[in-house]
């Protein structure tokens, strides 16, 4: 079946801008998470929501990231006035549940590039 | 916060090689991920595992909750195994959902 898919793939954008970046989770799963994986760093997590609701925001690096989810399966995370601190690989994951057992399925990441 | 270490950071092997890479934790955990990451390609789970052992073809995960250290070992290696490496553990405790990362062994395997 489909697995988690991103679009765009790439974004370039000037300093400033705002961004949205897009995940489509696997039909069926309830769990979704965002990460960014920045050049020469490892992966660090952002949010994750359990259907639509986000209970954990502590990752979100400044009030300038934002994330949506609705009707329990698109996700949408937002940047405003992008830095170039921003540009980074971010990626979505989603699992049929939160908790030890779930096996968390990765997208192929939307690579944002800052100008 | 719990703090993710892997080893070593680079490995190079000739095929045919064995090949361990190594991971440990500093607070305890629900489960560990291992996971892959082919240049310029998304990530693929490997492994998840809370307990014991794993076997997945050429690929073998061990973990030991009471030393906070899990393995990854490839058998007869091949090119085609040539990627970054990446633990992940789930912290447990009521709450605890997000993966914290080691910062990945990138591997190379020549022909």
């Known amino acids: 079946g489909a697995g988690v898919s991103q679009s765009p793939s790439n974004k370039v954008t000037e300093k400033g801008k705002d961004v949205e970046l897009r995940c489509d989770p696997i039909?069926?799963?309830?769990?979704l998470y965002w990460y960014r994986q920045s050049l020469g760093q490892g992966l660090e997590f952002l949010i994750y929501?359990?259907?639509?609701?986000?209970?954990?925001k502590s990752g979100l690096p400044s009030d300038r990231f934002s994330a949506e989810r609705t009707g329990g399966s698109v996700s949408t995370l937002t940047i405003q006035r992008t830095q170039q601190e921003d540009s980074a690989v971010y990626l979505c994951?989603?699992?049929?549940?939160?908790?030890?057992?779930?096996?968390?399925?990765f997208g192929p990441g939307t690579r944002l590039t800052v100008t | 916060k719990n703090e993710v270490e892997q080893s070593p950071q680079n490995l190079t092997a000739q095929e045919g090689e064995f090949i361990t890479i190594n991971c440990s934790y500093s607070?305890?955990?629900?489960?560990l991920h291992w996971l892959q990451q082919h240049p310029g390609g998304g990530i693929v789970s490997l492994f998840m595992?809370?307990?014991g052992k794993k076997k997945h073809g050429r690929l073998i995960a061990t973990i030991n909750i009471q030393e906070k250290h899990s393995s990854l070992h490839i058998t007869a290696s091949h090119p085609r195994d040539s990627a970054v490496y990446i633990c992940?553990?789930?912290?447990?405790?009521?709450?605890?959902?997000?993966?914290?990362f080691g910062k990945g062994t990138k591997l190379s395997v020549i022909p």
């Open positions: 994951a989603s699992s049929l549940g939160l908790g030890s057992s779930y096996e968390q399925y």
């Open positions: 039909s069926g799963h309830t769990a």
């Open positions: 929501f359990q259907g639509n609701s986000a209970p954990d």
């Open positions: 607070v305890g955990i629900s489960a």
């Open positions: 595992l809370s307990s």
């Open positions: 992940a553990v789930k912290n447990s405790g009521a709450g605890s959902y997000q993966l914290t």
